[in-house]
């Protein structure tokens, strides 16, 4: 039943927030990397992970004046306290905003390191990374926005490797193919097909 409650939540999430994989407007743009990969564009990482895997996501904010910027990173399956991540180090708690004054053309990074439970083992679980700003003067935000910045599939295999690595080069390139971000459609469609092949 709670299982139902929360693949409904999912579909009416997916219908009415729009996905896209990066962010840039007149007001912020936000680099995302992943395991020190650079993902341009409209691209978003894909990986396949183990039980236990431990992996970096980390977003380079840059304004263009000053404001205060509002931002977390979550995900969608969590519920009865149970996660679908478990944090490993982040700048911040895993699913609570931090508010931050940036001044004109300042860059701040916000990492996590993550390693996925074996709640959603044998599914997929999106990523997500919630912004918004205000501007300095105003009482209402001028920008509050998100994006997938991971589509993690967790495998059922349990991780018996090392730890990554928690150094970044300086500018975060990468020689590495990406891929266009999942639509809304597909990425129900997986989750639906996780939730029914997870009760089986």
């Known amino acids: 039943m709670n299982k139902k409650i929360v693949l409904v939540g999912l ?5 009415f927030i729009p996905l896209v994989s990066s962010a840039a407007s007149q007001y912020i743009s936000v680099d995302v990397y992943y395991n020190n990969q650079l993902y341009p564009g409209n691209s978003t990482p894909k990986p396949i992970v183990k039980i236990g895997e431990p ?11 000053e404001c205060m910027v509002y931002a977390k990173l979550s995900d969608l399956g969590t519920y009865q306290g149970i996660n679908s991540f478990s944090l490993i180090e982040g700048t ?3 699913g609570e905003y931090h508010e931050k004054v940036y001044q004109a053309n300042e860059t701040f990074s916000y990492e996590w390191t993550l390693k996925p439970t074996e709640e959603w ?5 999106p990523i997500d ?7 300095k003067g105003e009482y209402e935000p001028t920008l509050n926005s998100e994006f997938t910045a991971a589509y993690v599939t967790i495998s059922e ?19 590495s193919p990406t891929t266009p971000a999942f639509t809304a459609l597909v990425t129900v469609f997986a989750l639906a097909v996780a939730s029914v092949y997870r009760r089986m």
């Open 11 to 15: 579909i009416f999430y997916f219908a």
């Open 55 to 65: 992996f970096t996501l980390r977003f380079d904010v840059t304004v263009n004046q």
């Open 92 to 94: 911040y708690e895993f």
């Open 121 to 125: 083992a044998g599914g997929s679980m």
């Open 129 to 135: 990374f919630h912004y918004g700003i205000l501007l």
């Open 157 to 175: 295999e349990y991780y018996d490797g090392p730890e990554i690595q928690l150094n970044y080069s300086e500018d975060g390139q990468s020689n």
